[in-house]
């Protein structure tokens, strides 16, 4: 497959990363010779230093033979163009990263009427991703399925909840709850647990439910389920926008502290039902007047990835609220998340993982599509739902029976509507989304669940 992302940014960089791994021929354009320079020296891909919306840019990269371009520059509007272009000078697929709000409601007229593929919003996106959590504050993460029928749901066990020196088998069988313990994080490694597997108090378990056999799950041990009535949110850009839509909309309550006068004027204006707050966010003085101590949650979404780090470090050590912070740098990520600082959103693994999903749905077979595609396990495993369109040899066949690949797990059914987590003598069916757990990575059709 021959794909060209058009724009070597944070994002370009990370999804040619990732598809590097995708069995992909890749060209990567860009006007910064450095960013290129940088990129084809370390990953395997063809670097050309131009315009993505230049018909002759385009020739020179393959436009004619690619199967997708990727434009996902910091400008809307060229990434827009370059779509265009490559739509009326071959006919690939194309993917447009689109943020602006303004554009937000016109979507499904600009993909109609251009003809683009996809269109990507990393802010919507990642607002998406911190609403779930506030939605379910126990949870670290959230990834969703079955179009919100089924969850991944991350949490940390903790000395009161019991479960420390217990096996899977013996915690399922306790609680009787529908779930699944699908990955388990512990200190010295990462696995996908086997019904013996003993937890520890610090492990980070992930687990797929329905959200009702979730919410029985973690009442039982004595977590809080109930979403948050308040959130202080610290920077008043494009994602706080969509957050505080979100979350208003949940009938949570909003405050937003932007330095910006301007800025703040302009969010009065378009969510005047949020309390908005001109002062400096990293103000311990303004955060405590503003009721930092009696907050449900505190969400730091400033520029600066080190300001969002130290203010859920702070929030942290004065109250008892939900913890989220943005991270848009990834060389640390590993480090960031040993601080037990809560939930951190990286909006650039969002946008790579969507992207990254509709790719690995181009080389399926027709018969059973990739649905959905997450990362999770820090990068060392991916979640991923099935379509299941036709006859083929996992069909009709108890679980049991089939030789599925170690360090893969079956995590659930969904057939018309009724979300099951399977047993071993459960058969996948033709019209069934299914949900794979894996460290093996590249699984592009249902059938590669099996030993060859």
Known sequence: MQIIIVGCGKVGRTLAEQLQEEETDLTLIDTDADKINTLTDNIDAMGIIGNGASINTLMEAGIESADILIAVTASDELNLLCCLVAQKTSHCHTIARVRNPIYNQEIGFIKERLGISMIINPEAAAAAEI????????????DTFARG??????FKVMPEFGLDGMSVFLI???????????AIESQDRVSIPGGNHIIHNGDLVSIIASPQNAALFFKKIGLKTNQVKNTTIVGGGTISYYLARALMAMKIGVKIIEKDKERCEALSDIIPEATIINGDGTDRRLLLEEGLRQTESFV???????ENIFLALFAKTVSNAKLV?????????D??????IGSIIYPKYITADYILQYV????????SNVETLYHILDNQAEALEFIIRENSPIVGI??????????????????????????????????????????NKGLRDIRDILER
């Open 131 to 142: 609403s779930r959590i506030l939605r379910f504050p126990s949870a670290i993460k959230i």
């Open 149 to 154: 029928r089924v969850e991944l749901l991350k």
């Open 172 to 182: 399922t069988e306790k609680f009787r709850c529908d779930i699944l313990f699908c």
């Open 300 to 306: 730091a979404l400033t520029n600066l990835d080190e």
């Open 325 to 333: 912070a943005k991270v848009n740098r990834l060389a640390y990520d």
């Open 335 to 340: 480090i960031i998340d040993s601080m037990d």
């Open 360 to 367: 690995r749905a181009m080389q399926n077979s027709i018969g």
């Open 398 to 439: 108890p679980l049991s029976e089939l030789h599925l690949k170690k360090n893969l797990l079956v995590g659930c059914l969904n057939r018309r509507g009724v979300i099951r987590i399977p047993r071993g003598q459960d058969t996948i069916q033709v019209g069934d989304t299914v949900i794979i757990v894996t460290t």
